[in-house]
C-alpha cells in the first residue's frame, strides 16, 4: 500500500490500509486515519492529524509551517477530519501561536486543485470550495458553504452556513448564512435558495428566510433594528436561529 519511492518518516503513524503513492513525503508527528489514500508526490508535515477515508491528490502540499513572519517554530497543528476529498496542488498550512496554534478542517469536504487554506483557519463539514479559492489567516467557514472559483476571503472574515459566493468574489466582511454574494468587494444577492432546497428546508422556512433577509437588507434598518425584529420571528425555526445568532455576534461587520 506504500510505493517503495515513497519516505515515510519513523515518526509518523499510519494505519494499516492506508496508501500512499510514489514520492510522496510523510514527515514526523502526522497520524492519517483508515482507508485515507494519499497519491504521489504529496508532502505532509506534522503535527497534523488527518482522520478516516480522506483522498489527498497528486502536489498538495498539507501541515506545512504558516505563511506569517510572527511565526518562529511553535509546535502548532493541523488536524483534517473524514471523508475529505483535497484535490492536486492545494495548501493547508498550520496554526499559529497567535491564534488557538491549530487549523480545523471538519468532514465531508470537497476541495478542489490550487485552493489555499492559511493558519488558524476553521472549516466546518460539507463545503464545497471551487477552484483557486483561498482563505486568508483566522477565516471561520460554516457548513455546507460553497465557495466560487478565484474567491478571495480576508484573513479573520466568518462566512455562516449554507452560504454561497459567485466565482471571482472578493470577501472583506462576514457573510451571513444562506446568503449569496458576488462581486469585488463582495455584495449580497439574495438568498442561496437552491442550496437550501437541495438540503430538504421547507418551503415554508425558506419563505421566513427570504422574508427575514428582506428586512435585514431592503428595509433600511440599522444592523441592531434589523435583530431587534428579526428575534421576534425566531420561535422555533432554528434555520432562523442560527441567522439571528451569526447577527449578534457580529463585531466585524456585515456585507451589506
Known amino acids: 500500500m506504500i510505493h ?6 519513523p515518526g509518523a503513524e499510519l ?15 502526522v497520524v492519517v486515519g483508515a482507508g485515507s489514500v494519499i497519491g504521489p508526490h504529496v508532502v505532509i508535515n506534522g503535527p497534523t492529524r488527518i482522520g478516516r477515508d480522506n ?13 506569517d513572519k510572527k511565526y518562529a517554530g511553535e509546535p502548532t497543528r493541523l488536524e483534517i477530519g473524514d471523508r475529505n476529498t483535497i484535490r492536486e496542488f492545494v495548501t493547508i498550512n498550520r496554526g499559529t501561536a497567535q491564534d488557538e496554534g491549530v487549523t480545523r478542517l471538519g468532514d465531508d469536504n470537497w476541495i478542489m486543485a490550487y485552493v489555499h487554506i492559511a493558519h488558524d483557519c476553521r472549516i466546518g463539514n460539507q463545503t464545497i470550495f471551487a477552484n483557486n479559492a483561498s482563505l486568508a489567516g483566522h477565516v471561520t467557514i460554516g457548513d455546507s458553504v460553497i465557495l466560487g472559483g478565484f474567491t478571495l476571503v480576508y484573513q479573520f472574515c466568518s462566512i455562516g452556513a449554507y452560504s454561497l459566493t459567485a466565482y471571482g468574489s472578493g470577501v472583506s466582511l462576514n457573510i ?20 437550501l432546497r437541495r438540503r430538504g428546508v421547507p418551503e415554508a422556512t425558506r419563505k421566513l428566510l427570504k422574508q427575514s433577509y428582506k428586512t435585514l437588507y431592503r428595509e433600511n434598518l440599522s444592523l441592531q433594528d434589523a435583530i431587534k425584529v428579526l428575534k421576534d420571528r425566531v420561535k422555533d425555526c432554528p434555520e432562523l436561529e442560527i441567522f439571528v445568532t451569526f447577527l449578534e455576534q457580529q463585531k466585524r461587520g456585515i456585507v451589506r
Open 176 to 195: 451571513p448564512p444562506y446568503v449569496t454574494v458576488a462581486g469585488t468587494p463582495a455584495r449580497p444577492h439574495g438568498l442561496n435558495m437552491e442550496g
Open 4 to 9: 517503495t519511492t515513497a519516505i515515510i518518516d
Open 55 to 67: 483522498r489527498i491528490y497528486q502536489f498538495a502540499s498539507i501541515g506545512e509551517a504558516p505563511q
Open 15 to 29: 494505519a494499516a490500509d492506508v496508501s500512499v503513492g510514489p514520492y510522496t513525503v510523510i514527515g514526523p508527528d
